[in-house]
């Protein structure tokens, strides 16, 4: 079936500092992909949807200069968390919708961002 | 925007009974309907879905019924196991197809009483 990874899994970093974010399809390709953000005992909010080879829409609220998307290829997105703060802590997941399959995403298996 | 609501928030079964989780949903243009099974650290696994041409679907012990005009659908799971314990999500996508996002419930603890 569709797989979806993302890298690292989990990351820790100071405050003030940037972190990226990889979502990969693994044996499909995506013209799309999402990003959702989650906090502890919380449901998934979409945060961002990644568009390959133009630029990403943000949901309101969601601020574009501290999450910088950039979905490179048709298998590839990555999210940049810029100027890290400690209320950016949250476990981060991407999503894929595989072709065929209209309205299915599959989704990776998050990365937990903590910041000190 | 899309609005779904999702209850209970915990739901308490014994093993071997059945367990059954409602949704709602504002926005009469969506058109797909999943759920998805989150265990602890892990990400969301789509357990079953149900588009809007569509009044049941069923998938060994799990099903989901979906009523259109009423804007609510459910998911049931039949002879409960230890292994269903995790958090449930419904959420429910709008008729661009793949190009959506999805909006999500807030999520039901399901436990599963040995």
């Known amino acids: 079936g569709a797989v979806v990874s993302q890298h690292p899994s989990r990351v820790i970093c100071k405050s003030g500092t940037s972190v990226k974010i990889e979502c990969r399809s693994l044996?499909?390709?995506?013209?799309?992909m999402f990003w959702y953000r989650q906090f502890p005992k919380q449901s998934l909010m979409l945060m961002a949807t990644?568009?390959?080879?133009?630029?990403?829409?943000?949901e309101q609220g969601v601020e574009k200069d501290k999450f910088l998307i950039n979905h490179a290829s048709l298998t590839l997105s990555t999210l940049t968390v810029t100027s890290a703060h400690p209320e950016d802590s949250s476990f981060y997941i991407c999503?894929?919708?595989?072709?065929?399959?209209?309205?299915?995403?599959?989704f990776g298996p998050g990365t937990r961002l903590t910041v000190l | 925007g899309e609005n779904v609501e999702q209850h209970p928030s915990t739901l308490s079964v014994q093993e071997g009974d059945s367990a059954v989780i409602k949704c709602t949903y504002s926005?009469?243009?969506?058109?797909?309907f999943p759920w998805y099974k989150q265990e602890l650290g892990k990400g969301p696994q789509l357990i079953i879905d149900i588009r809007s041409n569509v009044g049941e679907k069923k998938d060994q012990r799990i099903a989901v019924t979906l009523n259109k005009t009423a804007k609510h659908f459910s998911l049931h799971i039949t002879e409960t196991q230890p292994e269903d314990s995790a958090v449930y999500f419904c959420?429910?996508?709008?008729?661009?197809?793949?190009?959506?996002?999805?909006?999500f419930g807030k999520g039901t603890h399901l436990i599963i009483q040995p």
């Open positions: 959420a429910a996508s709008g008729p661009g197809g793949g190009a959506d996002g999805l909006t």
């Open positions: 990644s568009n390959e080879g133009s630029k990403a829409t943000y």
């Open positions: 044996d499909f390709q995506a013209t799309t």
């Open positions: 926005d009469s243009a969506s058109n797909y």
């Open positions: 999503s894929a919708p595989p072709p065929g399959l209209r309205g299915t995403q599959y």
